[in-house]
């Protein structure tokens, strides 16, 4: 098993800064994906970002705004937010696979509890 806990939400104004972290315990590895998905209220489910030691993927709408990274000794992974909009108001989850570096939301089988980031116009 493996436990995946989110930090760093809070409210922020558009243009602003925000970083998100998430620590893992249990059953992990460096060879895991660990990555970010987004839901904001009425919208399914968003692909933000993730990471492996293949690569980095980040989601058609934060490109070049935000940035993930990985510290495989403490087993934790940071998003770095910038110039944030409004349009990123969304719960944050942070998610783990030992699959392959996906977007798709169904290969991810462990999931932190989330995070709310707000951001005011």
């Known amino acids: 098993q493996v436990q995946l806990v989110e930090s760093g939400g809070g409210l922020v104004q558009a243009g602003g800064s925000l970083t998100l972290s998430c620590a893992a315990s249990?059953?992990?590895?460096?060879?895991?994906?660990m990555g970010w998905f987004r839901q904001a209220p009425g919208k399914e489910r968003e692909f933000v970002a993730a990471i492996r030691w293949s690569g980095i993927i980040y989601g058609e709408s934060v490109k070049g705004r935000f940035t993930i990274s990985r510290d495989n000794d403490k087993n934790t992974i940071t998003l770095q937010m910038n110039s944030l909009k409004p349009e990123d108001t969304a719960v944050y989850y942070c998610?783990?696979?030992?699959?392959?570096?996906?977007?798709?939301?169904?290969?991810?089988?462990?999931w932190g509890q989330g995070t709310q980031v707000t951001v005011s116009s």
């Open positions: 998610a783990a696979t030992a699959g392959a570096l996906e977007m798709t939301e169904h290969i991810y089988n462990y």
């Open positions: 249990g059953r992990i590895f460096g060879s895991h994906v």
